[in-house]
């Protein structure tokens, strides 16, 4: 099994930033892709960063290109998603969630785990 805690989420002013950190815990469960999505209210779930662990090639949606990075730390098991430049249309519900697979990044199909989510408001 693999567990996701997310952290870090909070509200800003528009132009702030935020990190959001994805602690994971696993039982030997190989993970090929990690991966940041935000969900708003009204609206489908949407792929924002992905990174492969072993490759650490990332990927970003075209909205976040340039202001988010995503990054991992082996030693303590963490994924961040470095937010800057915050607009008010980034305000969403921001998960984590690990894949066992390749695939298409952005496809929330392909992920087998998530986290519960953090809240990320960003005011005008």
């Known amino acids: 099994q693999v567990q996701l805690v997310e952290s870090g989420g909070g509200s800003v002013q528009a132009g702030g930033s935020l990190r959001l950190s994805c602690a994971t815990s696993?039982?030997?469960?190989?993970?090929?892709?990690m991966g940041w999505f935000r969900q708003a209210p009204g609206k489908e779930r949407e792929g924002v960063a992905a990174?492969?662990?072993?490759?650490?090639?990332?990927y970003y949606s075209d909205s976040v290109k340039g202001r988010f990075t995503i990054s991992q730390d082996k030693a303590e098991n963490t994924v961040y998603l470095q937010m800057n430049s915050l607009k008010p249309e980034d305000s969403a519900m921001y998960y984590c969630?690990?894949?066992?697979?390749?695939?298409?990044?952005?496809?929330?199909?392909?992920?087998?785990?998530w986290g519960q989510g953090t809240q990320v408001t960003v005011a005008s």
């Open positions: 696993t039982d030997g469960t190989s993970i090929i892709t």
């Open positions: 969630a690990a894949s066992r697979a390749w695939g298409s990044w952005s496809n929330s199909g392909m992920y087998n785990y």
């Open positions: 990174s492969y662990p072993d490759s650490g090639a990332p």
